[in-house]
Nanobody, 127 residues
Framework: QVQLVESGGGLVQAGGSLRLSCAAS????????MGWFRQAPGKERAFVAA????????DYAESVKGRFTISGDNTLNKAFLQMNSLKPEDTATYYC????????????????????WGQGTQVTVSS
């Protein structure tokens, strides 16, 4: 069973950057769809970005397109979310998620598709 641990969150000023990491252990990382979701206080968990098993396909929420980049490294068993040009509205707890997929180019964008979740890492963007 794969376990996920996020890191890299913190406090940053608007316009700054952060790089979130998701370390996966206990499974074959290359067989998993990886996704990032976020949840702000009082709001539902929302999709941010996802990457296919092959790494060739990605998808992003409209609100982060052009600013965030998702990537994966099978040798490190890690997924990353590079966040640039951060805005106060990006403030949330960010969660890494994974689901095994035999379709190497499928990108899972719904939270209900994922069955493995990390504990979350807090990102706070000050204005």
């Amino acid at each position: 069973q794969v376990q996920l641990v996020e890191s890299g969150g913190g406090l940053v000023q608007a316009g700054g950057s952060l790089r979130l990491s998701c370390a996966a252990s206990g499974g074959t990382f290359s067989r998993y769809n990886m996704g990032w979701f976020r949840q702000a206080p009082g709001k539902e968990r929302a999709f941010v970005a996802a990457i296919s098993t092959s790494g060739a396909k990605t998808d992003y929420a409209e609100s982060v397109k052009g600013r965030f980049t998702i990537s994966g490294d099978n040798t490190l068993n890690k997924a990353f979310l590079q966040m640039n040009s951060l805005k106060p509205e990006d403030t949330a707890t960010y969660y890494c998620a994974a689901v095994p997929s035999w379709n190497r180019d499928y990108v899972a964008v719904r939270a209900s598709e994922y069955d493995l979740w990390g504990q979350g890492t807090q990102v706070t963007v000050s204005s």
